[in-house]
């Protein structure tokens, strides 16, 4: 149980262009979606909290109007890289937190790699 | 804000010998949280801790959290080929809204 989907895995794009990846919780209900993102050796980085139904949370540096995060569901929450740049070249992670469960462990989708060329 | 260090950055050992990672803040911690992450993958939950002094073995690894909750260590007994990766401590959680991670420690292990 408790698995967590990222699509799509990998995806090369031009700068300048738009990138959307979904993290989706697969057999559970999720109200708090975390966004990561990893540069190559560093630690994961929280980007931003997703709330489902409300404003997502974003964490200091991080700018909202480039990376749009919407939680629809309970099940699935995007990210939207908008006008990326060559900087933006990252391995993004979601993580989802069980709505039932009392416990504070978070389930990590299997990460994109996004390349801006 | 509350940090966590992770020390150290990297090891490397033979392949039977045993690996520590310590986790260390400067302030108390209500819970740490233990990851490891393959090359190339995500991290992928191994345990939490929350109660001071407390101690969980899974196998060949054994997690302690310290009396003070301030420190925290992953010990691997007779590493094997397997255990290559990072191990990332954490603290935090849905509670206090996200996890903050150490920088983790990569751990070879050569046959």
């Known amino acids: 149980g408790a698995v967590v989907s990222q699509h799509p895995s990998r995806v090369i794009c031009k700068s300048g262009t738009s990138v959307k990846i979904e993290c989706r919780s697969l057999d559970f209900q999720a109200t708090t979606m975390f966004w990561y993102r990893q540069f190559p050796k560093q630690s994961l980085m929280l980007m931003a909290t997703?709330?489902?139904?409300?404003?997502?949370?974003?964490e200091q540096g991080v700018e909202k109007d480039k990376f749009l995060i919407n939680h629809a569901s309970l099940t699935l929450s995007t990210l939207t890289v908008t006008s990326a740049h060559p900087e933006d070249s990252s391995f993004y992670i979601c993580?989802?937190?069980?709505?039932?469960?009392?416990?504070?462990?978070?389930?990590f989708g299997p990460g994109t790699r996004l390349t801006v060329l | 804000g509350q940090q966590v260090m992770q020390i150290p950055q990297y090891q490397h050992v033979q392949e039977g010998e045993d690996f520590t990672t310590y986790c260390n803040s400067s302030?108390?911690?209500?819970?740490i949280q233990w990851y490891k992450q393959r090359p190339g993958g995500h991290p992928v939950f191994l345990i939490q801790?929350?109660?001071?002094?407390e101690v969980k073995k899974q196998k060949r690894l054994t997690f302690q959290f310290g009396e003070a909750k301030k420190n925290s260590s992953l010990h691997i007994t007779a590493t094997q080929t397997t255990d290559v990766g990072t191990y990332f401590c954490a603290q935090g959680g849905r509670s206090q809204g996200n996890l903050i991670f150490g920088k983790g420690t990569k751990l070879s292990v050569k046959p």
């Open positions: 302030t108390t911690l209500s819970n």
């Open positions: 997703s709330n489902e139904g409300s404003k997502a949370t974003y």
């Open positions: 801790l929350v109660k001071s002094g």
């Open positions: 993580s989802a937190v069980s709505s039932v469960t009392s416990t504070d462990t978070q389930y």
